[in-house]
């Protein structure tokens, strides 16, 4: 079946069983398709092992999401072995100041003269056509790892993301919507506000609010993994089964209000 | 004079003014010297241009805390190409799993063994020496470049700098300092509690609680050189000047409360 089921042309997928008129299924499949068909969603994913519960809920996703009819794209950080760091390899040709190298000027000019490394401009393209953006990744240090930050440090450069004036809610990927997966090893009791790590959106202020919101996106709730370093195989099974039953409604999903209420004062 | 003028031994500084008894000053040095003689000072330092404002910084850095009398370490990450990537590169010899990579479990395993990579070793020998540690760098995506992100997740590994048991007050970098000088593009009015980027407390969580704290440093309040987008050669004269004077007393600095109530309600 996958995303094939709901592309059908001329015959619909029952018609096997129905030489007579369509299907009223199919008819009504073609009025109201499910969220997802025709949708583009780029998945940013940076894990070592495939094998790894990261893995699945990457494999779930991509399953999930192309079975509603979405075109899937994964940008596999390692195995891509992406670079991350913020250097001036990331500018082809001349810098416009040989003197003094600053990273955010030059890039921003590289990018309007389109001569950013081909790397970045590839990451970029994806982005530019994606309606979802889903960042799927273990915690590292209350953070995504560097091989991601570095992603984010890259592709997501002045004049491609924003520009200043052009932030936040009138950031240039604004009309996309961005969604973080992650994985912790400590447990959800630790990630609350009276627990030793605090409330888990405040580790998210950076990323969903001074990254994703900043350049526009609009933020779905994140998708939260708690506790692996103690989960049992049951558990990690009703986890990866609750990712894929909330994909199966994503795209009716509201964006939260990506504000400090929504990180401190709930 | 730099180090050596509190290094003196049999001869004081000023022995070739005063043949005679040892002058009173001098006396005075032995009895009360310096808070930073013999004080070893790691700077982790990620701006790829020396002539940049962050490079003054480090220099002023370097040069305040020799003429104290510490020892002080440069790790330059630009300049030493540091890896970022958190692989399987990163352990010599045999994965204690060779069918399922976890970075967690094999560096756990390596560094027990000695078995990690050498760049990692020498980073943990230098953290391991220092009494203090700064940081240095501009803030990316409202946290360190990806760079220094991967410094952290690679150098700050467990059993080296935590275990669990064994983190927050009881980490394993317990009795260090460790204080974060960076620099923003916005506006220090941006980064107010009204502002739009939020207080600037809400993003240091990640790094200083949620990593510093975590291995156990007691974190020195930050030095946050606002608004390098909009300032005048003047101003930053000014905030390099506050930088030089604050570290000739940074030995009798407490350090912060590092808890939620620093971060979220004051």
Redesign the interface.
Same mark, same amino acid.
């Given at each position: 079946v996958g995303k094939r089921a709901w592309a059908h042309g001329k015959a619909c997928r029952h018609s096997s069983r129905h030489s007579g008129p369509r299907h009223w299924l199919c008819h009504i499949v073609r009025v109201f398709p499910p969220g997802g068909r025709g949708k583009k969603v780029l998945i940013v994913y940076a894990h070592?092992?495939p094998?790894?519960f990261n893995g699945s809920l990457k494999k779930v996703a991509v399953e999930e999401l192309s079975k509603q009819g979405c075109t899937v794209t994964v940008s596999d950080l @390692?195995s891509m072995? *992406?670079e991350?760091? /913020?250097?001036?390899n990331d500018i082809t040709g001349a810098p416009s100041n040989p003197?003094? *190298?600053?990273? +955010?000027i030059e890039t921003h000019e590289a990018y309007k003269k389109k001569a950013l490394t081909s790397d970045i401009f590839e990451e970029q393209r994806k982005v530019q056509e994606a309606d979802l953006v889903i960042f799927q990744f273990p915690l @590292?240090?209350?953070?995504?790892? /560097?091989?991601l930050?570095?992603w984010?440090?890259?592709v997501?450069c002045r004049g491609f993301a924003f520009d200043?004036p052009g932030f @936040?809610d009138s950031g240039f990927l604004k009309g996309k919507l961005a969604l973080l997966s992650l994985t912790t090893?400590g447990t959800a009791e630790m990630y609350t506000?009276d627990g030793?790590? +605090?409330d888990f959106r405040?580790?998210l202020?950076?990323?969903q609010? +001074?990254?994703l919101h *900043?350049c526009g996106f609009k933020v779905l709730a994140p998708q939260i993994s708690f506790g692996l370093?103690v989960s049992s195989e049951e558990e990690r099974k009703v986890m990866l089964a609750s990712w894929a039953q909330r994909l199966k409604s994503i795209w009716k999903e509201e964006p939260i209000h990506c504000t400090?209420p929504w @990180?401190?004062q709930e």
């Amino acid at each position: 079946v996958g995303k094939r089921a709901w592309a059908h042309g001329k015959a619909c997928r029952h018609s096997s069983r129905h030489s007579g008129p369509r299907h009223w299924l199919c008819h009504i499949v073609r009025v109201f398709p499910p969220g997802g068909r025709g949708k583009k969603v780029l998945i940013v994913y940076a894990h070592q092992e495939p094998k790894s519960f990261n893995g699945s809920l990457k494999k779930v996703a991509v399953e999930e999401l192309s079975k509603q009819g979405c075109t899937v794209t994964v940008s596999d950080l @390692y195995s891509m072995n *992406f670079e991350p760091r /913020a250097t001036r390899n990331d500018i082809t040709g001349a810098p416009s100041n040989p003197d003094v *190298f600053s990273y +955010g000027i030059e890039t921003h000019e590289a990018y309007k003269k389109k001569a950013l490394t081909s790397d970045i401009f590839e990451e970029q393209r994806k982005v530019q056509e994606a309606d979802l953006v889903i960042f799927q990744f273990p915690l @590292y240090w209350f953070s995504v790892p /560097a091989i991601l930050k570095g992603w984010m440090d890259r592709v997501l450069c002045r004049g491609f993301a924003f520009d200043i004036p052009g932030f @936040y809610d009138s950031g240039f990927l604004k009309g996309k919507l961005a969604l973080l997966s992650l994985t912790t090893g400590g447990t959800a009791e630790m990630y609350t506000k009276d627990g030793v790590s +605090g409330d888990f959106r405040y580790f998210l202020w950076p990323l969903q609010h +001074g990254t994703l919101h *900043f350049c526009g996106f609009k933020v779905l709730a994140p998708q939260i993994s708690f506790g692996l370093d103690v989960s049992s195989e049951e558990e990690r099974k009703v986890m990866l089964a609750s990712w894929a039953q909330r994909l199966k409604s994503i795209w009716k999903e509201e964006p939260i209000h990506c504000t400090p209420p929504w @990180y401190f004062q709930e």
